[in-house]
């Protein structure tokens, strides 16, 4: 068994949709970056190919590369997948959380959870996706960006 930890971060911004684990989620403000900047599907990259000594998701899918300029997050994820698959591990489990004050996330996990096990080739049950609140603290508290925390257990294939 192998385990693996991500961590990723976006400011929350105008003009852009906000992505978390797969999904739209309607909301006045959307997640910066090179691609469509899903923090939660980024965490689950970064935790996957740590848990198998891969490096990590700059290192696959750099944010200078024009090819991954507004890429679906989802397709970062079934590459991280395959790259798994190709080196003799499957996913176990993914336990995550995201970290925003707003939008309340919480009627999308299950929606997550699906899109997350589809693209995995696992169950829900393997998936879990949590989410809290800082309490108005910290950049997350203040509605500048939202951050996400998984972790990955992988098998032998």
């Known amino acids: 068994m192998r385990i693996g930890l991500g961590y990723d971060v976006h400011q929350l911004v105008p003009d852009r949709k906000l992505?978390?684990?797969?999904?739209e989620i309607p909301h006045t403000l959307g997640l910066l970056g090179h691609s469509d900047a899903d923090v939660l599907l980024h965490a689950i990259?970064?935790?996957?190919?740590g848990a198998a000594a891969l490096g990590d998701i700059g290192k696959h899918f750099p944010d200078n590369d024009p090819k991954y300029k507004?890429?679906?997050?989802?397709?970062?994820?079934?590459?991280?997948?395959?790259?798994?698959?190709?080196?003799?591990?499957?996913?176990?489990n993914i336990d995550s959380i995201i970290v925003a004050q707003k939008p309340k996330v919480g009627p999308y996990i299950p929606?997550?959870?699906?899109?997350?096990?589809?693209?995995?080739?696992?169950?829900?049950?393997?998936?879990?996706?949590?989410?809290t609140t800082t309490e108005h603290l910290g950049f997350e508290g203040r509605?500048?960006?939202?951050?996400?925390h998984a972790i990955a257990l992988l098998l032998p294939t």
């Open 19 to 23: 992505w978390l684990g797969g999904i």
């Open 143 to 148: 509605e500048e960006g939202i951050s996400a």
């Open 70 to 92: 507004n890429i679906d997050s989802k397709l970062l994820l079934r590459r991280c997948n395959e790259l798994l698959l190709e080196n003799g591990y499957r996913v176990g």
């Open 111 to 131: 929606q997550m959870r699906e899109c997350i096990a589809s693209i995995l080739g696992i169950e829900p049950g393997q998936v879990s996706v949590k989410a």
């Open 45 to 49: 990259c970064d935790a996957l190919l």
